[in-house]
């Protein structure tokens, strides 16, 4: 079975400045990690996704995070934010059983 | 290419009463899956199908109920909803792959007083 830990539960920050959020997971077999927004009053939908190859993933709308194994983590960073990144995000992970674990997400709000 | 869909958005229900969560996906994906969302929790598995006349429990099946007589549709059922029942609920579906993205429904938020 997999397990997320995200570990930090709220991020403030100000406009253009850079973000990083930190998610850790566990697992005994391979792991597939994603990373999922969530605007306010809507569905998640996918930032970025690592499945194998190069540790570095890039995503949507200038997000990037890296793949760490010797750390088991999966951060994520964007170096410069917008007000319209305010949103909660979610770190997940998956085995070959298809089924994603969720971590308790982490509420950036971007502040002008 | 409406992707997930879900009705209602809202609903409020007493307690003892039950209802039925829609879910309707157009991209013939074979897997789909049900989520509640509740404040810091995350989100927790339901249920979840690999394909029609096929689903399985997930992490947190109690009070709950599926079924799959089609592709497209993944219906929830409440039968006694309890307070506990209290949450955001979203739908996602995925193709076969394991490592395939899960496309996620708007959700309904339901509350039960």
């Known amino acids: 079975a997999q397990s997320v830990t995200q570990l930090d539960s709220q991020v403030p920050v100000f406009e253009e400045a850079p973000v990083e959020l930190r998610c850790n997971y566990s697992s005994s077999v391979s792991v597939y990690l994603f990373w999922y927004v969530q605007y306010p009053n809507q569905g998640l939908q996918l930032l970025l996704k690592y499945l194998s190859g190069s540790t570095l993933v890039k995503g949507i709308n200038g997000f990037e995070a890296e793949f760490n194994k010797s750390q088991t983590s999966f951060h994520l960073r964007k170096p410069s934010v917008h007000i319209s990144d305010t949103a909660e995000y979610f770190c997940a992970v998956s085995g070959l059983d298809y089924k994603l674990s969720f971590g308790a997400g982490t509420t950036v709000t971007v502040r002008a | ?113």
């Open chain 2, 1 to 113: 290419n409406a992707g997930v869909t879900q009705t209602p958005k809202f609903r409020i229900l007493k307690i003892g009463q039950s209802m039925t969560l829609q879910c309707t996906q157009d991209m013939n994906h074979n897997y789909m899956y049900w989520y509640r969302q509740d404040p810091g929790m995350g989100l927790k598995l339901i249920y979840y199908s690999v394909g029609a006349g096929i689903t399985d429990k997930g992490e947190v099946p109690n009070g709950y109920n599926v079924s799959r007589s089609t592709t497209e549709d993944f219906p929830l059922r409440l039968e006694l909803a309890a307070p506990s029942q209290t949450s955001v609920y979203f739908c996602a579906s995925s193709s076969s792959e394991s490592t395939d993205t899960q496309y996620f429904g708007p959700g309904t938020r339901l509350t039960v007083l």
